[in-house]
């Protein structure tokens, strides 16, 4: 079966320092990709969107990266603030409007 | 700025009661969509409806029903609540035009006894 979002549970980074939050997905059909914040209490927010027919995008601090040869895509946050701290997930919309989150990764930002 | 709300964030329900989870946005979204998030599981579809009064089965339907009588309203119904129905749900929704990105509520935590 198809299958998006296949995380690390957790990660710990010293405020400051970059986080690389990774996610590998098995559908090579798969044309799209989200990442969502969600912190504690709160509902997912969007990040950032990424079309297969890119490599890279950036945001603000967030870069996404994207390899389709191993069907693989990672979320980097320069200069980790505590203010990150929260679970991230990548998702991939499929046909009928649904959508496949994976578990996510809880990231944990040290003072 | 875009707003999903939910009508609870705690809810404590008996074994056996009947359970409204009410959803509203305010984007004039066509499609809406109820998931709920358990530990080690992430998020797992439950219904989802593209239009008024239409709705699809998610991927874990079973136990739950829904209704979409306004665009902006969409109801998940615990017919009978179980324990194991204890859960934190969210509500979100999407346009039909433009970005793809979904827009999640809060959440209601569930607590089922």
């Known amino acids: 079966g198809e299958s998006v979002g296949l995380h690390l549970p957790t990660l710990s980074v010293q405020e400051g320092d970059n986080s690389i939050i990774n996610c590998a997905y098995s559908?090579?059909?798969?044309?799209?990709f989200i990442w969502y914040k969600q912190e504690s209490g709160k509902g997912p927010q969007f990040i950032i969107d990424i079309r297969s027919n890119m490599d890279k995008r950036q945001g603000q601090r967030v870069t996404v990266l994207l390899n389709k040869t191993v069907k693989h895509l990672s979320l980097q946050i320069a200069a980790t603030q505590p203010g990150d701290s929260a679970v991230y997930f990548c998702a991939e919309p499929n046909t009928g409007n649904q959508f496949y989150f994976g578990t996510g990764t809880s990231l944990t930002v040290i003072p | 700025d875009v707003k999903v709300t939910q009508s609870s964030r705690y809810l404590v329900k008996r074994t056996g009661e009947k359970v409204f989870l009410e959803c509203v946005q305010d984007m004039d979204h066509e499609n809406m969509f109820w998931y709920r998030q358990d530990p080690g599981l992430g998020l797992r579809l439950i219904y989802f409806s593209y239009d008024v009064k239409m709705k699809e089965k998610g991927d874990i339907p079973e136990g739950y029903s829904v209704s979409r009588e306004k665009k902006e309203r969409f109801s998940l119904i615990l017919e009978s609540a179980s324990t194991n129905q204890t859960s934190m749900y969210l509500c979100a929704s999407r346009g039909r035009a433009g970005g793809n990105e979904q827009y999640f509520g809060p959440g209601t935590r569930l607590t089922v006894t």
């Open positions: 559908n090579s059909a798969s044309d799209y």
